[in-house]
């Protein structure tokens, strides 16, 4: 079974002050297939993405793809992330794309809204190639390649030893590439206990790229484990191939370590750390939702997957969630509150660890605010769906 890991970033690598977002055009989907007079929207202002600053210190690539609506009156709702090899860029991409402005898409003369999909590119180019993945077997360390530019990110897959000794449909040729990726979320009491871990999963990635099945090997806490499970039914790839280029399955491993040190693969952010000391020294500080000015408006909400490990039990479900949205609007440290199988809630809290909201007010001044909000799941038509 191949090791896939993660590697720590080599901040030491010479670094050229250059880098870019790269700004490819947006797809509109305007509808109504019989339609006469069809005007898809056109841009009239658009903000290139900030390069977040740890990943320029590292070296990294980042490539985000954007979906969103564009209303009748040419300005971007619900910008939701569909794929993106480095989870750090996401934030970045959907505060760009909430800028833009557009003329908006036209039928017969009437202004409708329209779907449209956006990537982005960040790059940084440096001295030395920076390659960040680990080798095959049991190396699990991140490694450098001179011949690389780090274009992958921070996952890639290692070639496949020993393939005669896996079953025929698991004898992949052609590595599965990463091409929507996401960082497991700290679970909460732990990360307030200051506890740290590890947790290693094996997972198979089937012919159209999404997960087919995955399990727990180890984990230092149930918790660590259940967050891990969640995180790898949200990735997806390109499909793995055979010898003769026929999409096929492949077995994968990947470990995570949880620390609240900056090398932690469940990375936890600046505002997620002041929401902490908040709740420890001064939890009044931390608004109500009815106290705000008034409702809490959603600008990004990508939607929880389904638990791979209940697909076969078909179950239905519920979990109740709790978590902060800060003086951003980012919502940070969801945990738990009740769910009907312990899946369901870190699916849950999974989704919301990425959900984007105008930023909260109290006073006409930025608050955290606590928010406790209900999720359900059914399983989707077809399998899982991310």
């Known amino acids: 079974m191949t090791v896939m890991t993660i590697a720590r970033p080599l901040l030491r690598c010479a670094l050229l002050p250059l880098l870019f977002a790269s700004l490819w055009g947006a797809d509109a ?25 740890n990943m320029r210190r590292a070296g990294l690539t980042g490539k985000v793809r954007v979906e969103f609506v564009i209303d009748s009156h040419g300005d971007v709702q619900n910008p939701v992330v569909v794929s993106s090899n480095n989870p750090w860029f996401e934030r970045p991409a959907i505060d760009a794309i909430l800028k833009w402005k557009f003329a908006p898409a036209e039928i017969n003369g009437r202004k409708v809204n329209t779907r449209s999909r956006q990537d982005l590119e960040f790059g940084i180019t440096t001295t030395r190639g920076l390659y960040i993945m680990g080798g095959g077997g049991s190396d699990l360390g991140g490694t450098r390649d001179e011949s690389r530019n780090g274009d992958e990110g921070l996952w890639s897959v290692p070639p496949l030893k020993d393939p005669e000794k896996l079953p025929p449909m698991l004898r992949w040729k052609t590595a599965p590439r990463p091409v929507n990726t996401a960082f497991p979320v700290y679970p909460f009491a732990a990360l307030q206990a200051g506890v740290s871990g590890s947790t290693e999963i094996k997972f198979i990635v089937g012919p159209e790229g999404r997960i087919v099945g995955s399990e727990l090997v180890s984990a230092s806490t149930p918790e660590m484990g ?15 191939k055979d010898k003769d280029g026929v999409p096929c399955h492949a077995a ?24 902490l000391k908040l709740l420890e020294k001064s939890p009044e500080k931390i608004a109500k939702a009815g106290e705000l000015d008034g409702p809490l408006k959603p600008l990004s909400r990508r939607p929880p997957v389904y638990p791979t490990t209940l697909l076969k039990s078909g179950k239905s479900g519920q979990a109740v969630i709790e978590f902060y949205v800060d003086r951003q609007g980012d919502a940070q440290l969801p945990h738990i509150v009740s769910s009907t199988e312990p899946e369901f809630g ?23 605010v606590q928010v406790r909000i209900p999720m359900e799941f059914n399983l989707p038509a077809g399998g899982n769906a991310g």
């Open 29 to 53: 989907d305007v509808p109504g297939p019989g339609a006469q007079n069809k005007t898809p929207p056109k841009p009239i202002k658009r903000e290139a993405p900030q390069y977040p600053h």
């Open 226 to 240: 259940q967050a891990v499970l969640a995180m790898i039914d949200t990735w997806k790839f390109t499909p793995p």
């Open 252 to 275: 994968l491993t990947m470990k995570h370590d949880f620390k609240r040190g900056a090398d932690s693969d469940a990375p936890v952010s600046d505002e997620a750390r002041q929401i």
């Open 346 to 368: 870190y699916a849950a809290v999974q989704a919301i660890a990425t959900w984007r909201f105008e930023a909260p007010l109290k006073g006409g001044k930025p608050v955290p």
